[in-house]
């Protein structure tokens, strides 16, 4: 347990020193100890998950998606560094976190389950209302705080759907499942940092708190799935 732990706090102060390479210019220094950070989250969840045991399929599942967040990690890094294949790398980036999530929604879907079978008949439908809400809201306040997404706007929508349904199932699972709340509040912190991050690649904000808020929020979440399969599961 206390491997598990160590590793979530070296996490973060790895992180902190990263934003304040990263704050300046984006290197091959900078994404090394990004790399570190995300290595760091995932050796995280190992040790949870040895503890409970590798034939948790829901504990493996996690760790998949940790794994997914950690190629989106390199690529978008590698996004600032290459600006001509902006695009390319921000969707493949992208592509990466989606597939993450939809490995974090077969984790929860199997919790859900396991709880209460019937509660699909309600959890999944309000889910998918209030992503759509959500993301509408999003898209809407995107305008009027002038973020444009260019190419992208497609790419972003679909992500937003993906990101937006994780965080309302994982507050319908929790509602069954109290030890889920550690789950549900690793997505809102995703949520959030993926807000900040939207306003730092379309709306222009360039400030180096941006770069802290983001990065904190991001790896705080993917701290906080680790975790959860050492005290949820």
Do not use: E
């Not at 102060?13 to 290595?39: M, Q």
């Not at 504990?59 to 294949?85: E, F």
């Amino acid at each position: 347990m206390l491997g598990s732990i160590i590793f979530a706090v070296l996490c973060m102060v790895i992180t902190l020193i990263f934003c304040w390479l990263r704050s300046s210019k984006a290197t091959f220094y900078s994404l090394t100890l990004k790399i570190l950070a995300s290595l760091c989250f995932i050796f995280s969840a190992i040790i949870a998950l040895s503890l409970i045991g590798f034939d948790s399929t829901v504990g493996i599942l996690i760790l998949v998606g940790l794994i997914c967040g950690l190629a989106g990690d390199i690529l978008l890094d590698l996004k600032v560094m290459y600006p001509a294949k902006n695009d390319v790398l921000f969707l493949t980036g992208t592509m990466s976190f989606a597939i993450g999530h939809v490995f974090y929604f077969v984790a929860l879907l199997l919790i859900n389950i396991s709880t209460n079978t019937m509660a699909l008949a309600w959890a999944i439908p309000v889910s998918v209302v209030l992503a759509v809400g959500l993301t509408l809201i999003i898209l809407f306040s995107s305008k009027k705080m002038g973020m444009d997404f260019g190419k992208v706007k497609w790419a972003v929508i679909g992500y937003s759907l993906i990101l937006s349904f994780m965080f309302f199932y994982s507050v319908c699972v929790a509602i069954l499942s109290p030890m889920v709340w550690i789950f549900a509040a690793g997505m809102l912190v995703f949520l959030l940092s993926d807000l900040i991050l939207s306003m730092q690649y379309f709306g222009g904000k360039t400030q180096k708190s941006f770069i802290y808020y983001n990065h904190i929020l991001y790896y705080l979440a993917q701290v906080m799935f680790a975790l959860f399969i050492l005290f949820g599961l």
